[in-house]
């Protein structure tokens, strides 16, 4: 199904190195596509390198290049909401900005617009250090048990949402990882659609990731804050 108008976010946390090539690659494929209207926009989470300057001239050459900054750093959860709630057009993609997908992949996602409101991504071989994996592996099960999510990779960083699946699901209270399983939780309690697609993951060429190790306080508020949203959606 063909689709006439784009928001593309991609959510960045001191990634001079990558978002460049994150950023133009995003603008040649949307121009390949012909969709009519489209923007992407960088969510910059208070970085700290150079991220900000580059957006910045990225989208003084190209109108469609949108620069949102957070003053204070929000954490992967806060950027996501940020670049829901600042998105223009009825579908929104959004994507790591790391270099570890590759963003011509969005056309197996389109390929699902006519039966699905949101289209999630799943990693085919996941390029991450084995520690992530088990890690990813914890909150599955966890999400599972506590909240029946069902995805096979519910935390994959690219996704195709209908913008009107994010007002729906209003409040999304949590933060860091658990923003992602709220969002699908609600939206599959809501009765709307899901439809899965597999995507390749690379390994990551600049810069470190940013998610907290097993004992971290962002991990442990993670945890408390599943719990929580379990309760609260009891």
Not at 83 to 96: C, E, I, Q, R, T
Not at 102 to 127: C, H, P, S, V
Request: hydrophobic share 40%.
């Amino acid at each position: 199904m063909k689709i006439d108008s784009l928001s593309v976010f991609f959510p960045a946390y001191n990634e001079e190195d990558n978002i460049k090539a994150t950023v133009e690659q995003a603008l040649q494929v949307l121009e390949k596509l012909k969709i009519s209207q489209y923007e992407v926009l960088v969510v910059d989470d208070a970085s700290r390198d150079g991220t900000t300057e580059i957006v910045k001239q990225l989208a003084l050459k190209d109108k469609h290049v949108k620069l949102i900054q957070h003053k204070i750093n929000a954490g992967y959860g806060g950027a996501l909401k940020t670049g829901f709630k600042h998105s223009n057009y009825a579908w929104v993609a959004f994507a790591d900005s790391d270099g570890q997908f590759d963003f011509r992949e969005i056309t197996k996602f389109l390929e699902k617009t006519g039966q699905a409101d949101l289209i999630l991504g799943y990693r085919l071989n996941r390029a991450d250090p084995f520690i992530r994996k088990v890690l990813t592996f914890g909150w599955k099960t966890i999400a599972l048990i506590l909240l029946g999510l069902t995805a096979k990779d519910y935390s994959c960083g690219f996704k195709l949402v209908k913008r009107k699946v994010f007002d729906a699901v209003q409040p999304l209270e949590s933060e860091e990882k658990v923003t992602q399983i709220e969002f699908l939780v609600k939206a599959k309690r809501k009765g709307y659609k899901f439809a899965e697609v597999g995507v390749h993951h690379y390994p990551r060429k600049f810069g470190s990731p940013t998610g907290g190790s097993l004992f971290s306080k962002v991990f442990l508020k993670s945890i408390l804050d599943l719990f929580k949203l379990r309760w609260k959606l009891r």
